[in-house]
């Protein structure tokens, strides 16, 4: 069954470091999305991307965040100067139609910030 | 308006019970209830879905029950399994629009073997 793969699993980064988080969605998906979860919280959508820009994005997606498509497989999103309360848990999604056919979830990346 | 509330927020039931967990929105424009299973360490997984012209809708052991003058919904897992055991989030969307579901809370179910 096809899969969004999401790497790292886990990473660990200091307050004010840049990170980017990577995702492979399933090829012959079309929209692609980020989403977080802080520990013990409910999901929260961050932002979409179709057709190589941003289609929509939450009040939680300020400046300091950034998507991109670099090439025809990875989708990653930027964090450039990280807070404490950048501490999440990142899903990235992607799905065919932009619409609930097929939408699917990766397995995540626990993202801490110390 | 774009709330969805979910209770309850953890929920323990012995094998072979009912669990029922139950949400409620306020857009009255979401057209499509999807409710999500989310195993430790995994993403979200659909795991069954509702659209307002139907009352129920039952896939195996799980059945939605969908309310659209209350504006609730409840997602009933009947003979619960310790391998139901998993947080549940639902979820509500515009189906027309670019499909950004907007999620409840979630709740923790431990089934109890």
């Known amino acids: 069954e096809p899969e969004v793969t999401q790497t790292p699993s886990h990473q660990v980064t200091q307050m004010g470091q840049e990170v980017i988080l990577r995702c492979v969605p399933i090829?012959?998906?079309?929209?692609f999305y980020w989403y977080r979860q802080i520990l013990g919280q409910k999901v929260e959508f961050l932002v979409s991307?179709?057709?190589?820009?941003?289609?929509?994005k939450s009040e939680i997606f300020d400046d300091q965040f950034s998507v991109e498509r670099p090439d025809g497989s990875n989708f990653t999103l930027k964090i450039r100067s990280t807070k404490l309360e950048d501490s999440a848990m990142y899903f990235c999604?992607?799905?065919?139609?932009?619409?609930?056919?097929?939408?699917?979830f990766g397995s995540g990346t626990r993202l801490t910030v110390v | 308006q774009q709330q969805v509330k979910q209770s309850p927020q953890s929920l323990i039931v012995q094998k072979g019970g009912i669990s029922i967990i139950n949400c409620a929105y306020e857009?009255?424009?979401?057209?499509?209830f999807p409710w999500y299973q989310q195993f430790p360490g995994k993403g979200p997984a659909l795991l069954i879905a509702?659209?307002?012209?139907?009352s129920e809708k039952k896939e195996g052991r799980f059945t939605i029950s969908f309310n659209k003058s209350a504006k609730q919904f409840s997602l009933h897992i009947m003979d619960s399994q310790p391998g139901d055991s998993a947080t549940y989030f639902c979820?509500?969307?515009?189906?027309?629009?670019?499909?950004?579901?907007?999620f409840g809370r979630g709740t923790s179910l431990i089934v109890h073997p």
């Open positions: 509702i659209r307002p012209d139907v």
């Open positions: 857009n009255t424009a979401f057209d499509y």
């Open positions: 979820a509500a969307t515009l189906s027309g629009g670019s499909y950004i579901p907007t």
């Open positions: 999604a992607s799905s065919a139609l932009g619409t609930d056919s097929g939408y699917t």
């Open positions: 090829s012959n998906h079309l929209y």
């Open positions: 991307f179709y057709n190589n820009e941003i289609s929509e």
